[in-house]
């Protein structure tokens, strides 16, 4: 078996463990057990859990990436779909979200990336909703440091959200993160046009490429 290839197994069995429970609870052991491979074997291609986490990092990094290559028109739709490919990547890494604050405390290389990513993505969002007022679904009168705020205030929602629901909701499905997206259409909705207001997407099921996506039990 190739390095790559066993990489990809120990990170594919850390992550699902992880999601399961958390890293705190997941000894290098039962990540070896999961990818069928020696406990040396882990270690040669991971010291520790802090090296597995940050290259599930390089994972999520990876898939943010694509989407600063491939930025949507500002549309009412690729907003709901922003939302959803959001709530879809922090759903299938949740344990790092759910960690958040200990993970970066823990590693400062992490959290240097981390931020930097997001500091990305903000900007991003940032000229999405900025050419979405251009277009007449936002007022015009909107300052640069009001949708900078608005945007810094859905950017809580769509990271926490699950965390929040899990608390009492056994079941996380599609469902749940359109429960999450009209949280954030309804931020936005006293800056909408009548034209932004009456283009809203009441649903997010159309845009899901997989149907099995959300429907997970929470562990």
Known sequence: MGTRETKSRILDAALELF???STSDISAN???EAAGISRGNLHYHYASKEEIV??????IEAEMG????????????NMALMALRQFRLIWRYRFF????NVLLERDTELRYRFTRARQKRMEDVFVFFRQLANAGFLRSDLSDRQLRRLIKISWLVSDFWLSFVRVEDEVIDIGTME???KLIVQ???P????????GIPLSLRAFSLDPTDFTQRSA
């Open 97 to 100: 979200y759910q960690e958040l």
């Open 179 to 181: 429960d999450g997206f």
């Open 191 to 198: 800056v909408m046009t009548d034209r932004g207001k009456r």
């Open 66 to 77: 694509e989407w600063s290559k491939n930025p949507m028109s500002p549309t009412l739709e």
């Open 19 to 21: 999601n399961t429970s």
């Open 187 to 189: 931020l936005f909705e």
């Open 54 to 59: 940050l290259d599930l990092w390089n994972r």
């Open 30 to 32: 039962r990540v070896a």
